[in-house]
């Protein structure tokens, strides 16, 4: 009497099973289990069979490979794109490219709509079609932009899904491009600041103390008559300014952000950090550069509804700042 096959032990094989010197006793383990209706959650049986295909795959034994695939597909007739993608993929390393490109693309309007669906462009990278995966990424980057520009007024939910659709197809494409040679387009340079923005999201979140660089009014003035070219990194306002920075530190506390703080900038004290450093005061890696110097005079966000407000104005927060993050 043969034992059930559960998800865990799927899952162990699937780990084991690229390394293991009998991928043959494993896969026979899967098929074995399928075949005699040993599957303990009959949900499983596509994802047993996949993993069997995986470790055949490995061995380079793509015939059987394909023929448990196809078996993974009709085992989970409602949702098999993931097994179909899987199939497609085996056909064009199999050389059977009209069929293998049939397969992937009645899938590829999922790229559009399912943030998981970039195995799709795998499959088409890893077979010898770059150039078909990055007009494919293009192509589902075109339309959901289009679609965000169009639909301002979507819910919070659909605008997040947009934004990290936008952010994962972006960068797949990025990387498929730089392995092709390609010299950076526009949206590679989307790419590489939605990484920049999204590694200092998660520093910010990391590193401890997350402080911002905050400029008080007069230095606020001063100092993009100083640098004009700081225009395009900061907000026209002091208003916005402080409001963008109350923004900021409310969203990095939802996020789970501890420990966040303001540190006050001075222009005088900018311009002698950048002269130390030999660096750029405008540049962004400099500003950073100068909020981090400035540790030992944070001042910690948010404070009491009733204390005077983190921007200096002298005001009670709940009348100041507070309300500006919902302007
Ligand atoms: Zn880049
Ligand atoms: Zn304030």
Redesign the pocket.
């Known amino acids: 009497m043969s034992e059930l096959l559960t998800a865990d032990r799927i899952e162990e094989i699937g780990s084991l099973g690229l390394k293991s010197p009998d991928p043959a006793a494993l896969v026979a383990e899967l098929v074995g289990a399928v075949d005699e209706g040993r599957v303990a959650d009959p949900a499983d049986i596509g994802y047993a069979l996949l993993v069997a295909v995986d470790i055949l795959e490995n061995a380079g034994d793509l015939a059987d490979a394909l023929a448990l695939a196809t078996r993974a597909i009709a085992e989970q007739p409602d949702d098999n794109a993931y097994a179909r993608a899987v199939r497609g993929g085996l056909l064009l390393r199999l050389d059977r490219t009209d069929e293998g490109l049939a397969e992937l693309t009645a899938l590829r309007p999922l790229l559009e709509t399912d943030p998981d669906a970039t195995y799709l462009v795998d499959e088409l990278a890893e077979s010898g079609h770059a150039e078909t995966a990055v007009e494919w990424l293009t192509g589902a980057l075109d339309t959901i932009l289009d679609r965000t520009r169009t639909h301002e007024h979507e819910s919070e939910d659909a605008q997040d899904e947009a934004a990290a659709m936008i952010y994962g197809l972006a960068q797949q494409r990025h990387d498929l491009r730089e392995e092709l040679g390609l010299p950076h387009d526009e949206y590679d340079n989307l790419a590489d600041r939605l990484r920049a923005a999204s590694d200092h999201a998660l520093d910010a979140l990391d590193d401890g103390p997350a402080t911002l660089l905050f400029w008080p009014q007069a230095e606020f003035d001063a100092l993009l008559v100083r640098w004009p070219p700081l225009v395009g990194t900061y907000p026209p306002t002091w208003d916005e300014h402080?409001a963008q920075l109350?923004r900021a530190l409310v969203d990095a506390s939802g996020m789970g952000g501890a420990d966040l703080g303001v540190v006050a900038g001075t222009v005088d004290g900018l311009a002698a950090f950048a002269q130390d450093a030999g660096s750029d005061p405008t540049d962004e890696e400099t500003l950073d550069e100068y909020a981090d110097s400035l540790d030992e005079t944070v001042t910690a966000w948010p404070p009491g509804r009733n204390d005077t407000?983190?921007?200096?104005?002298g005001?009670k927060?709940k009348k100041?700042?507070?309300p500006?993050s919902r302007g």
């Open positions: 402080r109350e407000c983190w921007c200096g104005s005001t927060y100041c700042c507070l500006r």
